[in-house]
Each structure stands twice: as C-alpha cells, then as structure tokens.
C-alpha cells in the first residue's frame, strides 16, 4: 500500500506493517525518517546491508535474518541501493512470519514500472512511501518548527534567507540549522544581519563557481579554484549538494524547454529565481546537457555522496577526481 509521508508520520506507532520500502529524489528526508523514527522507536539491534553484498550471499543473509541470539529483542534491518532483484529474498523473508523484525528497503528514484514498487504498492501487508522533492513550503514548515522548538524569535524574512541559503536542499538546510544553533548559545533572538553572516559559506568559499565551471566543463578555472581552496569534510557535502541543486535545476528547465520553447521566458519565471548574473551561466549549461546527461550526473552524484561517506580519508581525492574528470 502507498501512504503519503505526513500520514505515515501521524500514524507511525499504528503501522503494522514489518517492510517498508522508502524511495525517491529527496534522500535527505529518508535518512531523516529512518534515524527519527525506525531507529529512535524500534529497535537497538540494527543491521545495515547494501542489495549487492546479499546478492553475492543470500544464504548468509538469510541465516542473519533468521537467528536470534538471547540478547536480541528485535531487529532492524536496512537494505540500501535496491532493485528488483531483492524481491524474491523479501517474499521468502516474509513467508517465514518473523517476529519482531522490520525490514526497509530504501533507494532513489523507482520507475513505475518497477515490480518491486508495483508489488509494495498492491500489497495490504506491504508499505511504501514516496520521498518527493522538498518545495519552499515543506522547507519552510521545518524551519519554523525548528525556531519554535528552540523559543527562537525570528523574522519571516530571516527564515526564507536561511531557505533560499540552503538552496533549498534538506541536507544543507539541517547543516545551516546546526550552525545557527552554535552561534546562538542561549540568545533567544535572531537578527536577520546574523542570518547572513552565518550562510554564506558557498559564496565566501567559491563553491559555488566552483560548480558551475565543472559544469561549463571548464577545466582550467575549476582546478584553479579545486587547487586554490581548502575544503573541509563538512564542505565536501556541501559541494555535492550544490551540485545536485543545480543539476535539478537544470533537468527542470530542460523539461520545461520542450514544452515552451522560449529560454529567456523560462529563466525569468523559474522559482526560486535565478538572477540576472547567473542566466548566461545556466544557459551555456543547458546548450551542453541533454536531459539524458543530466539524469546520469544525478546518478553519478549520487554514488559520489555515498563514496565520500564511506572512504572519509580520501573524500577530497575522490570528490577531485570526479569534479575533474567531469570538465573533460
């Protein structure tokens, strides 16, 4: 069965449901379901796989699933990057009616013709939950709830400055939150000149440029800035958010191409706006990506986020490497 993310959230200790299947763009907001929820209410003993390392030992995998040792209550086990292809483990999972296990498959975008998908979908026993990109009103709805929690007085104009600063990603948006909170302490008041002050990392940093050179496929202005900055763990992430951002950015404006032609209308109506400085920009980049191009970026970003966070040491060489080789 489908359920909307705001119903899940409302009838989460309801559920009855022991598999759950998380899928979409908005993966930031999945990471958050899954620490806030599943993880904080359900169960201590969690076991984290990737699809392609059971593929490789199902029977391993299964002899997993299936023990239960004197000090496991419960389990919770979390299976990333899936396909169709870890189906038929699920349903023989499923078959053997373990208690106290919950299962969540989690992966990017899904196809509609995907029979894991169609299966969660028509399935009563089965749960699976959409992660559609963030808009300015859901971003906006956590914002000011995070203020109000903290009995922070903040002005609406202050709040779409941190929005608008986080590029209207959820992931960066969080990072923007905790830093705001550090710079606070016990002040009960933010003024919008702090606001400012405390998100414009992108700017002071030229990550920003940074992107759009990569993305120009400007390889000698990109390694001038790669070479000429220090770039922090923290910062990394940020860079491959600011990618995703304006790769999203770009597909939409190519789709919205096919359908009214004119660029220069299409600039000037997108929102959040793109200002006059970046236009030139955006459109040399829309000139060199074809819808198909774009997509398989996303893709690559994606792998990329997952590739820093697992080989911390060397996230910088990796982040490099694929920034360079992108310019070619």
Same mark, same amino acid.
């Given at each position: 069965?489908?359920?909307?993310?705001?119903?899940?959230?409302k009838n989460?200790?309801?559920?009855?449901?022991?598999?759950?299947?998380?899928?979409?763009?908005?993966?930031?907001?999945?990471?958050?379901?899954?620490?806030?929820?599943?993880?904080?209410?359900?169960?201590?003993?969690?076991?984290?796989?990737?699809?392609?390392?059971?593929?490789?030992?199902?029977?391993?995998?299964?002899?997993?699933?299936?023990?239960?040792?004197?000090?496991?209550?419960?389990?919770?086990?979390?299976?990333?990057?899936?396909?169709?292809?870890?189906?038929?483990?699920?349903?023989?999972?499923?078959?053997?009616?373990?208690?106290?296990?919950?299962?969540?498959?989690?992966?990017?975008?899904?196809?509609?013709?995907?029979?894991?998908?169609?299966?969660?979908?028509?399935?009563?026993?089965?749960?699976t939950i959409?992660?559609?990109?963030?808009?300015?009103? *859901?971003? &906006?709805?956590?914002?000011?709830?995070?203020? !109000? #929690?903290?009995?922070?007085?903040? /002005?609406? +104009?202050? $709040?779409? @400055?941190?929005?608008?600063?986080?590029?209207?990603?959820?992931?960066?948006?969080?990072?923007?939150?905790?830093?705001?909170?550090?710079?606070?302490?016990?002040?009960?008041?933010?003024?919008?000149?702090?606001?400012?002050?405390?998100?414009?990392?992108?700017?002071?940093?030229?990550?920003?440029?940074?992107?759009?050179?990569?993305?120009?496929?400007?390889?000698?202005?990109?390694?001038?800035?790669?070479?000429?900055?220090?770039?922090?763990?923290?910062?990394?992430?940020?860079?491959?958010?600011?990618?995703?951002?304006?790769?999203?950015?770009?597909?939409?404006?190519?789709?919205?191409?096919?359908?009214?032609?004119n660029i220069?209308?299409?600039?000037?109506?997108?929102?959040? *706006?793109? &200002?006059?400085?970046?236009?030139?920009?955006? !459109? #040399?980049?829309?000139?060199?990506? /074809?819808? +198909?191009? $774009?997509? @398989?970026?996303?893709?690559?970003?994606?792998?990329?986020?997952?590739?820093?966070?697992?080989?911390?040491?060397?996230?910088?060489?990796?982040?490099?490497?694929?920034?360079?080789?992108?310019?070619?």
């Amino acid at each position: 069965m489908i359920i909307k993310y705001f119903d899940f959230i409302k009838n989460f200790f309801n559920s009855k449901s022991d598999f759950y299947l998380l899928y979409g763009e908005n993966s930031a907001l999945i990471e958050d379901t899954i620490e806030k929820f599943f993880k904080l209410n359900f169960s201590k003993n969690v076991f984290t796989y990737e699809e392609n390392d059971i593929l490789e030992n199902v029977s391993s995998f299964k002899e997993q699933v299936y023990t239960k040792s004197f000090f496991e209550k419960d389990k919770l086990i979390i299976i990333s990057r899936i396909s169709d292809k870890i189906l038929d483990v699920i349903l023989e999972i499923n078959e053997k009616k373990i208690s106290d296990l919950k299962i969540i498959l989690k992966t990017g975008t899904l196809e509609k013709k995907s029979k894991i998908r169609k299966f969660f979908e028509q399935s009563k026993e089965f749960t699976t939950i959409p992660f559609y990109e963030d808009n300015h009103k *859901t971003l &906006f709805f956590l914002t000011e709830n995070f203020f !109000k #929690k903290k009995k922070i007085n903040i /002005s609406l +104009q202050a $709040i779409n @400055l941190i929005i608008e600063q986080s590029k209207y990603d959820r992931a960066t948006l969080n990072n923007e939150l905790i830093k705001i909170e550090m710079f606070l302490m016990n002040k009960n008041k933010l003024e919008y000149a702090d606001v400012l002050k405390i998100t414009n990392t992108l700017e002071k940093n030229d990550f920003s440029l940074l992107t759009d050179m990569c993305l120009l496929k400007n390889k000698k202005k990109t390694s001038y800035i790669l070479n000429s900055s220090i770039i922090s763990d923290g910062e990394i992430i940020i860079i491959i958010k600011n990618f995703l951002y304006k790769l999203k950015r770009l597909k939409k404006l190519k789709e919205d191409l096919i359908e009214k032609k004119n660029i220069d209308t299409i600039l000037s109506s997108y929102k959040p *706006t793109i &200002f006059w400085k970046e236009k030139d920009t955006v !459109k #040399k980049q829309l000139q060199l990506y /074809s819808i +198909q191009k $774009i997509k @398989l970026l996303i893709e690559k970003i994606n792998n990329l986020e997952y590739q820093v966070k697992t080989n911390s040491q060397i996230s910088f060489l990796i982040l490099s490497d694929f920034i360079l080789d992108n310019t070619n």
